[in-house]
């Protein structure tokens, strides 16, 4: 039995007519940048998050950076990130010109520690970017109590947790301002590259807006050094036909991780730690093992997909070599990048193929 690591097809089969549909409509109008499908996926996707601004952007990355630089955080500032995300949450900092200041995560949960959050703040921190990762919230109470006191912005990164909630809440309505990606591997993706921006703030909506609109705020009238980056027309009807099923297809994760986390039982293997009060829609099951490049091996000549998120921590990124870090500097992340493994979760995977993985985990031995 061959088991992807990832596949889209029984989504897309799912959705097909919604999709060419979504196609048609756009093609037939011939109006590809700033129109009625923006306005419509904008609209409908501020609901979903239960906030009241959402700005359509052209992919995850912008989409951080563009709140960032929005709320004016730029050269000689430091924005706290967790050591342990993909490296866009970083880069999204470097853009703007600031520093990311990486902060450990909690092994058992992979996200932000809130309590090393204090610690790296500076005279010059000026927010925190909690990222929400594998489809995790963050304990975003005590990190919006950090916030509150040393007067920083919180900017959430929601690529990975479209949906997810936090005691009640969805992620991205806690912060200033928050992230969302639109790659076609996340939970909402679209058919190329997309992000979103989302705000209970108006100005900040508006701010954004402009800013990623080559910083006008009307046509041929450039009030910021803008960015080139909005959601285009075909992108924006093809996550409106995709929204209204996200939830259901949330659950369906749920439902296999269930399977994983109440199956998986091998002694060398660790499962993740889901908190108490949060609902994760499992962007990636993580799962660790001290023979992870074993337990790989063993998994791929079974016929099961596999990666790793992320192999390389980012204060080792040769892109980040200016930061001066060596090994050792940030031990969890380390041992989360030489111990973690993502196993298959995707919409669609059959019960037969969810046993296949459990069963191959279950027989592995060193
Ligand atoms: C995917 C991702 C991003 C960036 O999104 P893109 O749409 O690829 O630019 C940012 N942060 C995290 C945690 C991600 O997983």
Not at 191 to 203: I, K, M, Q, Y
Request: charged share 25%; hydrophobic share 40%; glycine share 8%.
């Amino acid at each position: 039995m061959k088991i992807p690591f990832v596949s889209f097809l029984p989504m897309e089969r799912e959705l097909d007519s919604e999709l060419r549909q979504a196609f048609d409509r756009v093609f037939s109008r011939s109006w590809y940048i700033e129109g009625v499908e923006d306005e419509a996926f904008e609209k409908a996707f501020a609901e979903y998050c239960g906030v009241h601004y959402c700005v359509g952007v052209g992919n995850g990355l912008d989409a951080l950076m563009l709140a960032l630089k929005a709320l004016e955080i730029g050269e000689g500032d430091e924005v706290i990130v967790p050591s342990n995300t993909y490296i866009a949450t970083a880069l999204a900092v470097t853009y703007v010109g600031a520093k990311p200041v990486f902060v450990e995560p909690k092994i058992e949960t992979f996200n932000i520690d809130p309590d090393r959050i204090e610690a790296a703040i500076t005279g010059n921190t000026k927010a925190i970017m909690p990222v929400h990762l594998y489809g995790q919230a963050c304990d975003m109470d005590p990190i919006m109590d950090i916030a509150r006191v040393h007067h920083l912005k919180v900017v959430e990164d929601c690529a990975q947790a479209h949906g997810a909630t936090y005691k009640g809440r969805k992620v991205g309505t806690f912060g200033d301002a928050a992230g969302f990606s639109f790659y076609p591997g996340k939970n909402l993706g679209a058919l190329g590259d997309a992000g979103a921006t989302v705000t209970n703030d108006e100005g900040l909506a508006q701010k954004i807006r402009a800013l990623g609109n080559y910083g006008s705020d009307y046509k041929y009238h450039h009030i910021y050094k803008g960015n080139n980056s909005r959601l285009d027309e075909m992108q924006a009807a093809f996550l409106a036909a995709k929204l209204p099923v996200l939830d259901k297809m949330n659950e369906e994760r749920r439902r296999i991780a269930q399977r994983y986390m109440s199956e998986i039982s091998n002694p060398l293997v660790t499962l993740p730690t889901v908190e108490e009060a949060y609902v994760p829609v499992w962007h990636i099951f993580a799962i660790r093992c001290k023979n992870r490049d074993q337990l790989e091996r063993f998994l791929t000549d079974a016929g099961i997909g596999t990666n790793k998120h992320y192999p390389i921590p980012m204060h080792l990124q040769k892109c980040y070599a200016d930061l001066g870090f060596k090994e050792g500097d940030f031990p969890i992340a380390e041992e989360i990048s030489r111990t973690e493994l993502s196993i298959p979760m995707y919409y669609g995977m059959t019960e037969a193929e969810i046993s296949h993985v459990i069963d191959t985990i279950n027989a592995f031995r060193i």
